[in-house]
């Protein structure tokens, strides 16, 4: 999969993707979390060229997302009968939690 089908797939799922450099998890554009791309944007963004990619929680994306690693609700006592799945992996290093959770 590449980063230009994920990203219109996430804003199909009514989240607002934002690039990040590769090898990088800090957003390199100025403005960033007032970013709001539509697919009409990606080509420019997401252009072929190894990058990784964000995506905006809270607001911006499908009615106020917020993600919680497995971790995360283990260290803080929130159940996960109250979560669900959010449908897609992090990266990130082999043994860090992968699967997120939303609220």
Known sequence: MTALTAALDYLRRGWQPIPVPH?????????????????????RHFDGQPSNMGVLLGEPSAAGWWTWTSTALRRYGLPRRFCRRAG????????????GFTW
């Open 23 to 43: 090898r990088s998890k800090k957003p390199a554009l100025k403005g960033w979390p007032d970013l709001r791309l539509s697919a009409a944007d990606f080509g």
């Open 88 to 99: 897609v992996a992090s990266g990130g290093r082999p043994s860090a939690d992968r699967i």
